[in-house]
């Protein structure tokens, strides 16, 4: 006779478990990429100022250039970032779900 686990069979618990783990190892995964993102938009959002500055100053076509060049990358990782932080919300949606499922009597 098979023991029973809340509402599941034991094999239905094994596979929201499973899922769990994995959900969890995607939320790491995720949760570094977003501390890389956020480095790397406060890095680029400075260079954007910077070359937004130089392009007031210099006011050459090359400076223009360059500054929409660095504005357009940082929009880009900001993107980036929004869409990670987006994913992270969806996951942990997901978790709460799951843990809900398991702890259901």
Do not use: C, N
Request: proline content about 5%.
């Amino acid at each position: 006779m098979t023991e029973v686990v809340g509402p599941y069979t034991p094999p239905v618990a094994l596979f929201v478990e499973r899922r769990l783990r994995a959900v969890g190892k995607r939320l790491a995964k995720l949760r570094t990429e977003l501390a890389v993102a956020d480095e790397q938009l406060a890095h680029f959002a400075d260079l954007s100022d910077d070359s937004r500055i130089r392009a007031m100053v210099s006011e050459t076509p090359q400076a223009d250039e360059d500054h929409r060049q660095a504005e357009r990358t940082a929009t880009a990782m900001a993107r980036h970032r929004a869409d990670l932080v987006d994913s992270i919300a969806k996951l942990e949606a997901e978790q709460d779900d799951l843990l809900d499922k398991l702890a259901r009597p």
